[in-house]
């Protein structure tokens, strides 16, 4: 593994990064998918990134959006807003490539997001949504807790996302430079099936090829690559809908 000298190196890099999350593993489409996700502010060093995460994917392309602590990314440990767009002329946060047309200045992409959740205290929880447009083609992204639309990716950068998605996962992703204990992913504890002391996604849904929205009870199952460390539970029928639980604090990535 290498230092990341740009900060996408940290989150793209399959050398640096690890995974808890729940995914699909159907061979269906995808016009979209969402949750909620909870705030939490996990430590991480310099070089290092934790995100929490909703990703759609097809082929090469996938938009990834959610929250993170990313010093090499904003400058400070705090958790902030964030998207990913992997296309094959583009890599890049936010607005750092073309891409993202934003349509609604509300809520910024790197907004800073507070009050903090706490552990077996008061819990915070922010909405995202990526939903396909049929008519245009276009991804658009809502957020918030008044499910406001942001803006779009359009239809023109895509190869495989200008069609439907046909892969959508969930849950947390860590990233460190080599030598080092990996950061804290969620709360920094592994799940414990208790949402008032477990970072988590709820109402995780899918929007399928035929409009409907509905739950992705049927479609996915837990993954991590390094479950020593990081460790995530998929939770279908509860009571805050289908939901995934995900944390852990690492050693040393050795991929």
Not at 16 to 25: E, G, H, P, R, Y
Not at 142 to 148: A, Q, S
Request: charged residues 20%.
């Amino acid at each position: 593994m290498r230092p990341a000298s740009h900060p996408k190196s940290l989150s793209r890099d399959k050398d640096s990064s690890t995974v808890a999350q729940t995914k699909s593993n159907a061979k269906r489409k995808y016009k979209g998918a969402g949750a909620k996700i909870s705030i939490y502010n996990p430590r991480v060093q310099p070089l290092q990134l934790s995100s929490a995460q909703i990703k759609i994917q097809n082929g090469g392309d996938s938009i990834q959006v959610g929250w993170t602590v990313n010093p090499t990314l904003y400058g400070d440990n705090r958790t902030q807003l964030f998207t990913f767009l992997n296309t094959s002329a583009s890599q890049c946060y936010n607005t750092r490539c073309p891409g993202f047309i934003i349509t609604n200045t509300k809520i910024p992409l790197d907004a800073v997001l507070e009050p903090i959740s706490q552990r077996g205290g008061p819990q915070y929880e922010w909405g995202f949504f990526i939903y396909r447009e049929d008519y245009s083609g276009t991804w658009w992204l809502v957020m918030g807790p008044d499910n406001t639309k942001i803006g779009f990716w359009p239809q023109s950068i895509f190869s495989g996302l200008a069609d439907l998605g046909t892969y959508v996962e969930w849950g947390g992703e860590v990233a460190s430079v080599q030598g080092i204990p990996s950061p804290e992913m969620g709360t920094g504890d592994f799940p414990t099936g208790d949402t008032k002391f477990d970072a988590f996604c709820r109402d995780v849904v899918i929007v399928n090829e035929f409009n409907f929205t509905t739950r992705a009870t049927t479609i996915t199952e837990p993954f991590s690559d390094d479950p020593n460390y990081y460790k995530v539970q998929d939770e279908r029928f509860t009571d805050f809908g289908h939901q995934v639980l995900f944390g852990g604090f690492g050693g040393i990535i050795a991929h």
